[in-house]
């Protein structure tokens, strides 16, 4: 509350108009505003940064942006938006912004060159890859923040035009435990709840997940539920949501799936189940009671660091509610077990029947503005539109749909991005293109990503809107790309809502949307025809729609972007069926009858035994690591908020630590004094903040300093392959 404070002060203390209605009321006739802040131009915007997807009126005068409202008609944020939207505009404009290509010379030094060299050496360099070590020897990591439009022509040119067979995407770092939890569980990858269920719900439930921090404007639905509702929040540290809440339960860390398995075993044995619903909609329910049976609340209790009595409550506020919903985030997807974790909630809302109907569903907020795009149209780990590359029905049609040879798409699934870098230290893989993402300081354990980098890679190109960071400076050939507020196209927000990117100003220099990179790369490759329909991001908007007609994601009744915006977005599924009925309605959730995307229409009950944590602590290495989302003003690796002298005068300028007062007695160490972090594979030093935010024996770190990832664990679940970044072993020194 206090940054908020000090956020809306500081924007006070800054001229420019702030809401809407002052957005309106400065240009009426009453002429509030300064001549110099009236707009000439006003572009209608989702946010680039989280998933929330709010919309954002983008104002520029001259040419130049000059101002940021929230959209107070649109159904997501109704008039609201967090300060990295509010200062969206003023990252744009930097003096790292790259202007033009750069590439190393024979000394190293990556120089200027003009982009017909630089796309010159792209292909040429890749294809001699290619060529001596196969089409299996190059790969590309992309990201859940450009368009669809982006990530499909990636996603086509790579595999169908280039002839690549691997290419993953930051969102294995981030949804890939939801998204095959999901999967196997409905038949689909389809998180299916609306906004309004934050504001329907009786009781929600939050695990692993800081709506506060991480979806501020979420939160604020929460706050406009007039239920009095129950908000339950599982998180191993009191987060600001946990602060918040009706009941905290801070769990041990990564034991979420014994709580979970006890709760199951609690409502089977009371008869709290929802049988009617059980008996006509799942299966497996039957080995699954018979597996949580040995999870008795004593298990669970030991497991879980949680009172009996506490784990008792939780099942009894869940049992006595009807509208109960679920929410998680990274708490859980992250995690050695993330899957199954996942699917345990799942099986908790399957099992109460809170799924379909308002304030209801297992809800996984997914992280990035744009990751539920690339679950379908990254054409990564499944083909356009959730299909199968190994099943041979699913190519046919997606090759009908492009009119291209079936024999263009590949047979075999894409490697992870884990597996990836193994082939990379194997040298196999030799030639890694990078999208819109910074794995020089977001993957997890650096110094084996740095080590790949600098000995096994022999080509890498990086592809980002600065030319600064981490990786982009490791790169062999760095293509400038404009960002959001330059560009145009779709992405979907948590709830399934398409709505339009609109550009409110030119790239700086040189520098080319991401799309118009990837069309130019088509051309000097020689496949440029086959993406001759694929003309600009409206035209491909429309390729977009065909390859998910008959899916369960179909938007093929979507007419077009001003439909979009019209609307107020709209959630998929939208066919042309439901088109003919009329405008979309304003929310709509799946599995109101009960119908699921398997074949027999019914959902699965997925379980699994509960493995021991991949690092726990021990006596050399005595505290458990926590990481995660800092503050609602800074963005992952900060390449954009960092920018912002607004967003930084809202964080901690370096990295620091939270640790329990009782711990800091013991170790001597005292508020804002330095200590080092040290893991088994590197050390950091951080400030000292000692709080009882977290448990004794546990320790929490921001993700957003560089040094970070030197600490954590590569361990990964092994059905998603999603990292482990939650957890690991540390021991902490007093930096003398
Ligand atoms: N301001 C801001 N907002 C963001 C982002 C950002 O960088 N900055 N990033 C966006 C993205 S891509 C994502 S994925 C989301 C992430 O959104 P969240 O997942 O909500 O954020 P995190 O802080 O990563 O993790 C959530 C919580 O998981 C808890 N946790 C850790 N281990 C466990 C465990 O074993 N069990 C349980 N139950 N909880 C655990 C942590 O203590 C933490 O409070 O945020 C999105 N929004
Ligand atoms: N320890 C720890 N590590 C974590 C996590 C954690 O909780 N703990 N969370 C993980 C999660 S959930 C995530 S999602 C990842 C995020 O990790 P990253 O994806 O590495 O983080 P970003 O800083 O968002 O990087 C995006 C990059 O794309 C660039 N960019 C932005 N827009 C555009 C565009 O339109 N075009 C192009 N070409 N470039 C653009 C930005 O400048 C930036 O360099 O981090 C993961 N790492
Ligand atoms: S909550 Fe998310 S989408 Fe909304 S303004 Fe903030 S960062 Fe943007
Ligand atoms: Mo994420």
């Not at 998180?235 to 006890?262: Q, V």
């Not at 985030?329 to 995690?335: D, K, L």
């Not at 690796?637 to 809202?650: E, H, V």
Request: aromatic content about 10%; hydrophobic content about 35%; overall charge positive.
């Amino acid at each position: 509350m206090k940054l908020f404070h000090r956020f809306s002060q500081m924007l006070k203390e800054r001229q420019g108009p702030l809401t809407e209605e002052l957005r309106l009321s400065s240009t009426s006739s009453h002429g509030m505003l300064p001549d110099r802040l009236l707009p000439d131009k006003t572009s209608a915007s989702i946010c680039g940064y989280c998933s929330t997807g709010c919309q954002l009126h983008l104002h520029s005068k001259k040419n130049k942006p000059i101002n940021v409202t929230a959209s107070a008609s649109y159904p997501v944020n109704l008039g609201a938006a967090c300060p990295k939207g509010w200062e969206s505009l003023s990252v744009l404009d930097s003096k790292d912004r790259g202007t033009m290509p750069l590439l190393k010379d024979v000394n190293g030094r990556q120089q200027i060159v003009s982009w017909d060299i630089a796309l010159e050496t792209f292909c040429s360099r890749f294809k001699s890859i290619q060529k001596l070590h196969g089409n299996e020897s190059t790969a590309w990591i992309g990201t859940g923040q450009i368009t669809n439009e982006d990530l499909a022509l990636l996603g086509a040119l790579a595999k169908f035009g280039m002839g690549w067979v691997h290419g993953d995407g930051n969102t294995r770092q981030c949804m890939a435990s939801a998204v095959t939890a999901y999967k196997q569980t409905f038949g689909f990858d389809a998180p299916p709840y609306t906004y309004a269920d934050l504001e329907a719900s009786d009781t929600l439930v939050f695990v692993g997940s800081n709506p506060c921090i991480a979806h501020p404007i979420l939160w604020q639905r929460v706050m406009r539920n007039q239920r009095h509702p129950d908000i339950i929040v599982i998180d191993p540290r009191m987060t600001e949501t946990a602060a918040a809440a009706s009941l905290h339960l801070p769990i041990r860390p990564k034991s979420d799936l014994t709580l979970f398995y006890a709760l199951a075993r609690i409502f089977i044995q009371n008869q709290w189940v929802d049988s009617d619903f059980v008996k006509n909609h799942t299966n497996d329910y039957d080995a699954f009671a018979t597996l949580v049976e040995s999870f008795t609340l004593e298990r669970a209790a030991l497991a879980t660091g949680l009172k009996v009595s506490t784990i008792m409550n939780l099942a009894a506020r869940i049992h006595e509610k009807t509208a109960v919903s679920f929410w998680w985030t990274m708490g859980v997807n992250q995690g050695y077990q993330g899957t199954r974790t996942a699917q345990a909630i799942i099986n908790l809302a399957l099992l109460t029947g809170n799924i379909g109907r308002p304030g209801t569903g297992a809800n996984s907020i997914t992280g990035q503005c744009n990751a539920m795009g690339s679950r379908l149209f990254s054409n990564t780990t499944s083909l356009f539109g959730g299909r199968d590359f190994q099943n041979q029905g699913d190519r046919e049609e997606v090759a009908k749909c492009l009119k291209i040879p079936v024999a263009r798409i590949p047979t075999k699934n894409s490697l992870a991005y884990d597996q990836i870098l193994k082939q990379v230290d194997a040298g196999k893989i030799k030639g890694l293109w990078i999208v819109a993402t910074n794995p020089g300081h977001s993957w997890i354990d650096q110094s084996n990503w740095l080590r790949l980098v600098r000995t096994k890679v022999d080509f890498l190109v990086v592809q980002d809107m600065y030319y600064s960071t981490e990786t982009a400076q490791e790169a062999d050939l760095y293509l400038p790309a404009a960002g959001w507020g330059e560009k145009l196209g779709t992405f979907i927000n948590s709830e399934r809502r398409l709505g339009v990117i609109e550009p409110i100003t030119e790239p700086p220099g040189e520098s080319r949307s991401d799309f118009d990179i990837f069309k130019s790369i088509a051309c000097q490759w020689g496949c440029g025809d086959m993406f001759t329909e694929w003309k600009d991001p409206a035209s491909t908007f429309q390729i977009l729609k065909r390859l998910t007609r008959g899916r369960p994601c179909d938007i093929s009744g979507i007419k077009d972007y001003a439909m979009l915006q019209r609307e107020g977005g709209i959630q998929w599924p939208f066919s042309e069926s439901h088109a003919k009925n009329g405008s979309p309605e304003k929310e709509r959730r799946l599995f109101g009858d009960g119908s699921f995307y398997h074949p027999d229409q019914r959902a699965r009950f997925l379980f699994e035994s509960v493995q021991p944590p991949t690092e726990p602590p021990d006596s050399s290495y005595p505290f458990w690591l926590l990481s995660g989302r800092g503050t609602s003003a800074q963005w992952h690796t900060q390449t954009r908020t960092g920018k912002s002298p607004m967003l930084l005068q809202m964080a901690p300028a370096a990295l620091y630590v939270e640790l329990h007062p009782k711990d800091a007695v013991k170790l001597n160490i005292r508020h804002n004094e330095k200590v080092q972090i040290i893991s088994r594979r590197g050390s950091v030093e951080a400030t000292a903040k000692v709080m009882a935010t977290v448990q004794p024996g546990q320790v929490f770190i921001p993700m957003h300093y560089q040094e970070v990832n030197r600490l954590t664990h590569p361990s990964f679940d092994s059905y998603s392959r999603q990292p482990s970044y939650k957890a690991c072993a540390v021991q902490l020194n007093k930096v003398s």
